[in-house]
């Protein structure tokens, strides 16, 4: 599977000189590194490599890049099995680096990576905050795709929680974006969940009929 975004270069306007050049080189070499680690799912490496793309992104005062770099820290963390607490506070210092620049996308992008890492650690309640969240931002700001993804991780966090009748209504959401978009792939998840909750209920007809 393919590993976790790494952030984009810093902004333009970031500032110069030795001090400013030497952390570009840092980051340059610490993004290596994280790429390395996580392609052979060094958890402990991947950590430390991410952490110090991320110091070097803040130190440099690029917050939005910072986040991007926290997003796949929290990413790596899921996918290499590492430690739940240190993928959280990933998760978490991520989003609070988008809000403090007012960086919409890339809000989206870390609170989507808070979803992701809620799933891999089996926190839906988290998992569902975080969706919620990103399904109001994408709205606002026109991106169905986001919002459409957003319906369905809602969806599938409230049939882990037992709430079938917001699950039906969050899957239908997404199934309705899905099908505006063209969304095949989504179409079918939307549809699964939909299957799930009615045999939840014990309504195998209804089921029958969320499979089709």
Not at 28 to 55: I, P, T, W
């Amino acid at each position: 599977a393919p590993g976790p975004a790494l952030p984009a270069a810093p902004a333009a306007d970031v500032a110069a000189g030795p001090e400013a050049e030497a952390l570009l080189q840092s980051i340059g070499e610490h993004a290596a590194a994280a790429a390395a680690a996580v392609a052979q799912e060094r958890s402990a490496e991947a950590l430390k490599s991410f952490e110090g793309l991320a110091a070097a992104f803040r130190a440099l005062g690029d917050r939005a890049c910072e986040a991007a770099a926290l997003t796949a820290l929290s990413s790596a963390l899921a996918a290499c099995g590492g430690d739940r607490r240190d993928a959280f506070r990933a998760a978490s210092a991520a989003v609070k680096a988008a809000r403090a620049v007012g960086d919409k996308p890339g809000l989206i992008a870390a609170l989507e990576g808070a979803v992701s890492t809620s799933f891999a650690f089996g926190d839906p309640d988290e998992a569902l905050r975080a969706a919620t969240e990103v399904a109001a931002l994408a709205s606002q700001g026109g991106d169905r795709r986001a919002e459409a993804r957003a319906r369905l991780a809602a969806a599938s966090a409230q049939l882990a929680t037992g709430d079938a009748q917001a699950a039906m209504e969050a899957s239908f959401q997404a199934l309705e974006l899905c099908r505006a978009l063209g969304d095949k792939q989504g179409q079918a998840m939307a549809l699964s969940v939909a299957y799930d909750v009615n045999v939840l209920l014990g309504r195998p007809v209804a089921a029958a009929g969320s499979a089709r």
